[in-house]
T-cell receptor, first 118, second 112 residues
């Protein structure tokens, strides 16, 4: 049972345009969500996160949107750059007692390969 | 150097052999994790540890054994390697933060 799903295995975008990566989850206990970025031959690195008490979090070119009623989150990258080409994983955790931090188990999606063309 | 390191980076082993993947972190993080990455499955949790001498199964624990006698080390052992265990293995650690995990660079294991 895949609790976190990224239904698009790949996404191709032109440089300067918006990239939108989507993620759906089924476990209503999830209250903290993260996006990780992974380059080949490296470990995933943290990109941005959002707590379930918010519906949007922005960090520079990256914005994460959370729609709790739809159990859906998305990552927007504007403008996209060739260096953004990587695999993006969304992840979720259930940490209602953690005060908004995430130190417990993370459940990951399958990943989406983003390619940004010059 | 501070950080989380995995060794070896690459390993080829034969079916039935025992192999141990090493993970070491220097932050004294309480939580440590082992994930495997496979095409179409993303990252799946094998085992995790909340503290020294406390470990628990994740989503795909069969065929794996872990131990955590010291906070900084979390080795993963494949007791009798099978071809289905060919994968990239990532170790991660977590302090109580908004950044989730910090991952190692991974070990690419091939079982022939």
């Amino acid at each position: 049972d895949q609790q976190v799903k990224q239904n698009s295995p790949s996404l191709s975008v032109q440089e300067g345009r918006i990239s939108i990566l989507n993620c759906d989850y089924t476990n209503s206990m999830f209250d903290y969500f993260l996006w990780y970025k992974k380059y080949p031959a490296e470990g995933p690195t943290f990109l941005i996160s959002i707590s379930s008490i918010k519906d949007k979090n922005e960090d520079g070119r990256f914005t994460v949107f959370l729609n709790k009623s739809a159990k859906h989150l998305s990552l927007h990258i504007v403008p996209s750059q060739p260096g953004d080409s990587a695999v993006y994983f969304c992840a979720a955790s259930a940490n209602k007692l953690s005060g908004g931090t995430s130190y417990g188990k993370l459940t990951f999606g399958q990943g989406t390969i983003l390619t940004v063309h010059p | 150097d501070a950080g989380i390191t995995q060794s070896p980076r690459y390993k080829i082993t034969e079916t039935g052999r025992q192999v141990t993947l090493m993970c070491h972190q220097t932050w004294s993080h309480s939580y440590m994790f082992w994930y495997r990455q496979d095409l179409g499955h993303g990252l799946r949790l094998i085992y995790y540890s909340a503290a020294a001498d406390i470990t628990d199964k994740g989503e795909v624990p069969d065929g794996y054994v872990v131990s955590r006698s010291k906070t900084e080390n979390f080795p993963l052992t494949l007791e009798s390697a099978t071809r289905s265990q060919t994968s990239v293995y990532f170790c991660a650690s977590s302090g109580q933060s908004t950044y989730g995990y910090t991952f190692g660079s991974g070990t690419r294991l091939t079982v022939v």
